[in-house]
């Protein structure tokens, strides 16, 4: 029934921007965290950032300076704004919410970003 909708992926140049969106739908409650993983290919699976009800946010080091996440927590709508893009943020990136009461995970289906020339 809770299902995640992803949207804004796609090809941009380096030093180009994106921004990504997320929404959650058939939910009760906002959810506790939200936020987005990418994977390359013949990578790991990593977080990018999430960010809680309360607006507590954490980034990998990465991406500091560059992307930043918001989110409503009435929608269960969160947004990843990148900025300065590099090559070597190419991935599928995966929008994430849990909730810890009641207990509940969803993932997206991923939206793929290409950062090229």
């Known amino acids: 029934q809770v299902q995640l909708v992803e949207s804004g992926g796609g090809l941009v140049q380096p030093g180009g921007s994106l921004r990504l969106s997320c929404a959650a739908s058939?939910?009760?409650?906002?959810?506790?965290?939200m936020g987005w993983y990418r994977q390359a290919p013949g990578k790991q699976r990593e977080l990018v950032a999430t960010?809680?009800?309360?607006?507590?946010?954490n980034y990998t080091y990465s991406v500091k300076g560059r992307f930043t996440i918001s989110r409503d927590n009435a929608k269960n709508t969160v947004w990843l704004q990148m900025n300065s893009l590099k090559p070597e943020d190419t991935a599928v990136y995966y929008c994430?919410?849990?909730?810890?009461?009641?207990?509940?995970?969803?993932w997206g289906q991923g939206t793929l970003v290409t950062v090229s020339s």
């Open positions: 058939g939910t009760i409650v906002s959810m506790f965290a």
């Open positions: 994430n919410a849990r909730n810890i009461f009641p207990p509940l995970e969803v």
């Open positions: 960010i809680t009800r309360g607006g507590t946010t």
